[in-house]
């Protein structure tokens, strides 16, 4: 797989979450761990898979780059979510 196929996939994966999250198609607690593993994976993926890349640094950043991504995806439909419920 090239590092732009990965990206989208990524991409995908992030929206899909948000949209998981937001219309609540399943309990929030499993999206959430879902979708930062996932992410967490593929920006792993996604950086092995550049050229010249170093297995163990692409790990190093990788997982907790995408985790940190993940999670701030969440925290962003969580907080819409939250509003929405306030104004009820």
Do not use: C, H
């Not at 996604?46 to 640094?57: I, S, W």
């Not at 985790?67 to 439909?77: D, E, P, Q, R």
């Amino acid at each position: 797989m090239t590092p732009t196929i990965i990206f989208f996939v990524q991409g995908a994966a992030i929206a899909l979450m948000y949209l998981a999250i937001r219309r609540a198609w399943y309990p929030v607690r499993t999206v959430v761990i879902g979708g930062v593993l996932v992410s967490a994976v593929l920006m792993t993926l996604r950086l092995l898979t550049t050229e010249n890349a170093d297995p163990g640094l692409s790990v190093l950043i990788g997982v907790p780059l995408g985790a940190l991504i993940g999670l701030a995806v969440a925290a962003i439909a969580w907080y819409f979510v939250a509003q929405e419920r306030s104004k009820s």
